[in-house]
């Protein structure tokens, strides 16, 4: 059964392999592709129910594949593809968004799409995979799920206070994170479930599949 409220959002970027993706797919009741995402759909058999973005980047045989599709044109070249759409999901009151196709390529680009999650982290749950890793942009507590053993890393956008970690080979009880700090590199998972817990910040949390 599909979850309410979960959007897929597809970049032009690097994306999992074709069964993550469609894998993914079904546990969203709302596929949306950023631009040249809708080839990334096409690719892996995906429908969009909405393409948006300026549209520079699709392919002529994705526009007339989904020529039925709602396509959303949003002109303004102060923002990227990935922030029109999320502003849209947010007009939309989505709850929970998985994004797909944001890394991979030049460096600049995939470090530029972490940090504009930076507003949306207290609007909707976030979530960004890769191939074999997740990151999970984060503003306030969150229990995850994941198995025994798993690689944990924490890196703070910008100073986090009252950091707090359970489930994991090394504690921390209400902490204070800065940028650049080190000290929450390569943590290891101890069991199936872990919580981070933030008083004020913002930080990523990157999970190893």
Same mark, same amino acid.
């Given at each position: 059964?599909?979850?309410?409220?979960?959007?897929?959002?597809?970049?032009?970027?690097?994306?999992?392999?074709?069964?993550?993706?469609?894998?993914?797919?079904?546990?969203?009741?709302?596929?949306?592709?950023?631009?040249?995402?809708?080839?990334?759909?096409?690719?892996? &058999?995906?429908?969009? @129910?909405?393409?948006? %973005?300026? $549209?520079?980047?699709?392919? /002529?045989? =994705? #526009? *007339?594949?989904?020529?039925?599709?709602?396509?959303?044109?949003?002109?303004?070249?102060?923002?990227?593809?990935?922030?029109?759409?999320?502003?849209?999901?947010?007009?939309?009151?989505?709850?929970?968004?998985?994004?797909?196709?944001?890394? &991979?390529?030049?460096? @600049?680009?995939?470090? %530029?799409? $972490?940090?504009?999650?930076? /507003?949306? =982290? #207290? *609007?909707?749950?976030?979530?960004?995979?890769?191939?074999?890793?997740?990151?999970?942009?984060?503003?306030?507590?969150?229990?995850?799920?994941?198995?025994?053993?798993?690689?944990?890393?924490?890196?703070?956008?910008?100073?986090?206070?009252?950091?707090?970690?359970?489930?994991?080979?090394?504690?921390?009880?209400?902490?204070?994170?800065?940028?650049?700090?080190?000290?929450?590199?390569?943590?290891?998972?101890?069991?199936?479930?872990?919580?981070?817990?933030?008083?004020?910040?913002?930080?990523?949390?990157?999970?190893?599949?």
């Amino acid at each position: 059964m599909k979850r309410l409220n979960h959007t897929l959002l597809i970049g032009n970027g690097q994306t999992p392999s074709v069964p993550e993706l469609k894998a993914l797919a079904l546990k969203a009741d709302f596929v949306v592709a950023a631009d040249g995402g809708a080839d990334n759909a096409l690719r892996a &058999g995906l429908v969009p @129910d909405v393409i948006i %973005g300026d $549209l520079d980047s699709v392919s /002529p045989r =994705a #526009r *007339k594949k989904f020529s039925s599709c709602q396509w959303i044109l949003v002109n303004d070249q102060d923002n990227t593809d990935l922030q029109k759409a999320l502003d849209y999901l947010v007009a939309q009151k989505r709850k929970k968004c998985t994004l797909v196709g944001f890394d &991979g390529g030049r460096m @600049d680009f995939t470090l %530029g799409n $972490l940090l504009a999650l930076y /507003p949306y =982290a #207290r *609007k909707m749950e976030l979530c960004v995979v890769g191939n074999r890793w997740r990151i999970y942009p984060l503003a306030k507590k969150k229990t995850f799920d994941t198995r025994p053993g798993a690689r944990v890393s924490l890196l703070p956008f910008v100073p986090c206070r009252g950091v707090t970690l359970d489930g994991l080979k090394f504690p921390l009880q209400n902490a204070r994170l800065t940028l650049g700090t080190t000290q929450t590199l390569s943590n290891v998972t101890l069991k199936k479930r872990f919580t981070v817990n933030l008083q004020k910040g913002f930080l990523l949390v990157y999970l190893e599949n």
